[in-house]
């Protein structure tokens, strides 16, 4: 079942970009930590760093380069027309 455009499904592809935008962004702090030499702990520098992996995590995320968004749409999208569909029958079944 192919998703169709709804205001709804926009939103939906938007907070699926966003959760693998707050992956990603996870993933690139945890890799940060594990540097040895990381003794630096200047606030100017982590706030530098903490803004590009946001930068580089909405990159990705814009891009799907992982796709785990792109699934998670798909996946949702599916189950959210399943549930349209299902209210619509109801309603022409009546009472």
Same mark, same amino acid.
């Given at each position: 079942m192919a998703p169709t455009r709804?205001?709804?499904l926009d939103r939906l592809k938007? =907070?699926?970009q966003q959760v693998e =935008?707050?992956?990603i962004k996870d993933l690139l702090a945890q890799m940060r930590?594990?540097?040895a030499g990381q003794k630096d702990k200047d606030p100017m520098g982590e706030m530098a760093r903490d803004m590009m992996?946001? =930068?580089v995590a909405d990159d990705f995320s814009r891009t799907g380069s992982l796709g785990i968004g792109k699934l998670l749409y798909k996946n949702l999208a599916e189950a959210y027309q399943r549930q349209e569909a299902a209210k619509e029958a109801a309603k022409e079944e009546g009472p």
């Open positions: 709804s205001p709804e938007r =907070a699926t =935008a707050i992956f930590r594990g540097f992996d946001q =930068a």
